[in-house]
């Protein structure tokens, strides 16, 4: 191979709707290893909800619709059983000189990031966040080259700034966090991968026993909601439901926009299992995904227009009511799936 | 979600730097990739994250302005922090940190402290003293 320039690994980058699927997806593709943003997500059993009103992220509930930050990378090479490595370095100098040490061998590198000091980020977007992944890839002239999913192109940022936000501080400070894959075998089971997957969404949906969780969840969430408007006050219901639209739809998390990830990973998953039935049941999460819009198109005209809607916050949450109840019929039917038949 | 009602809202808040990726179903019923300048729930969600932001920065600039904080509690709000979150970028514990909100006590830090405000809110020493941002977003 040809002498690299410093160190530069030749790497594709492919963007992503969600930056943990992105991130795998092309640290895998690196390694021979072609599989879709969708079929990552699905084996990865990225689909989560959970409504926490204990925790407090700006004063505002925690909504949260994936699991924790690095679970989709850890289910989907445990489960293609790919040897993998993740660090984290109480000193920030050791984790520069780690993924220093990486790139000089070579090796594409995922890193946990906070995205308040990431500058090639568009302001607006730059909110104490700290569950966002990045790959470097490269380093160039002192600045490394970072291939970041949500960004169409890849983008650069300078020692002393990605040191930054790799100890951003706040929520689950990612703490120079990295991972990497250290072997990968060429052939994997995929059919195994895609039930296991699917298997464990459901449960994750269905069976945890707490109001919080899963389709339960978002019962949960709409029985609460019908109170604020008197419990808070039309001012800070109007913020928690705006806390809503943004859990639902920015960057790192997407209540519509993950339904329909979901989708294309079961049309997929079709495909690959020659199940016909699956693309039926990816017909039915399509429509619980544009319900989800329904949802959050309606409740952007309640909080934006507070005095005089004629729609309430009872309105936006029946149809959360019937998105739980549309997702239990899919989760219950897909948690059927088998290898056999 | 069908590939022609893939949102177009630009509302600017992605400043031409990324567009979002989604997954939308084609003619024949496949899903494909389409990208989005923005959705007008979403435009609407963040200008009403960042209202807020702006009232509470420009309420506390006044503050300092008449004397009651310090410009600490000011570059604070500003980086939408709040004295906990500060307190562990300075690593400092959250009590000195409230103290250093007292224009009192904030004249008389030492140049160490200082830089590592001015560090934390990305501005210099100079501009963290002299508070010379009147007026400005």
């Known amino acids: 191979m040809v002498k690299q320039q410093e160190n530069n690994i030749p790497f594709v980058h492919r963007p992503a709707a969600h930056c943990e699927n992105g991130v795998t997806s092309n640290l895998l593709n690196f390694y021979g290893i072609d599989l879709s943003e969708p079929m990552i997500f699905g ?89 966002h992944n990045i790959i470097v890839f490269g380093r160039e002239n002192g600045d490394y080259t970072i291939s970041d999913p949500i960004m169409e192109n890849p983008e650069k940022l300078s020692y002393h700034d990605l040191k930054r936000v790799r100890y951003a501080k706040g929520t689950y400070p990612p703490i120079g966090r990295m991972y990497y894959v250290k072997k990968a075998s060429p052939t994997y089971d995929l059919d195994r991968a895609i039930v296991k997957g699917i298997k464990k969404t459901c449960q994750d949906m269905l069976n945890i026993p707490l109001p919080m969780f899963g389709v339960k969840g978002i019962r949960y969430l709409a029985k609460r909601m019908r109170k604020w408007p008197a419990r808070l006050g039309p001012k800070k219901a109007s913020l928690y439901l705006g806390q809503v639209i943004r859990m639902l739809e920015e960057i790192g998390t997407g209540g519509a926009g993950f339904r329909f990830i979901y989708a294309a990973f079961l049309q997929e998953a079709a495909g690959v299992l020659g199940k016909e039935w699956l693309n039926e049941v990816s017909k039915e999460m399509t429509e619980a995904g544009d319900r989800w819009r329904q949802f959050a198109i309606m409740s952007g005209r309640i909080f934006k227009n507070r005095a005089n809607s004629k729609e309430t916050y009872e309105d936006a949450a029946d149809i959360l009511v019937d998105i739980a109840n549309r997702e239990e019929r899919i989760y219950k039917r897909l948690r059927t799936i088998s290898l056999e038949e | 979600m069908r590939k022609k009602e893939v949102p177009q809202d630009d509302a600017g808040l992605m400043e031409g730097k990324m567009r979002d990726l989604c997954y939308a179903v ?86 160490k402290i200082l830089e590592k405000y001015a560090e934390t809110f990305t501005i210099t020493v100079d501009e963290l003293c002299t508070f010379n941002e009147p007026g400005k977003k």
């Open chain 2, 26 to 111: 084609d003619e024949n019923g496949k899903y494909v990739q389409v990208f989005s300048t923005g959705w007008e729930p979403k435009n609407e969600a963040m200008k009403q994250a960042w209202n807020e932001i702006r009232e509470k920065v420009e309420h506390t600039r006044q503050k300092v302005l008449e004397g009651k904080v310090s410009p600490v509690a000011y570059y604070m709000e500003k980086n939408i922090m709040n004295i906990s979150l500060l307190a562990q970028y300075l690593e400092l514990p959250k009590r000195k940190v409230k103290k250093h909100l007292k224009p009192g006590v904030f004249r008389k830090l030492d140049k």
């Open chain 1, 43 to 131: 084996i990865g059993s990225g689909l989560f909800f959970s409504y926490m009103p204990f925790i407090k992220l700006n004063y505002l509930p925690v909504i949260s619709f994936r699991p924790l930050p690095g679970w989709i990378f850890k289910r989907v090479t445990k489960s293609l059983k790919i040897e993998i490595s993740r660090k984290k370095f109480v000193n920030p100098k050791n984790a520069m000189d780690a993924l220093d040490e990486n790139l000089k061998r070579g090796i594409p590198t995922g890193c946990l990031v906070g995205v308040f000091h990431l500058t090639y980020f568009p302001k607006p977007y730059r909110f104490h966040f700290n569950a």
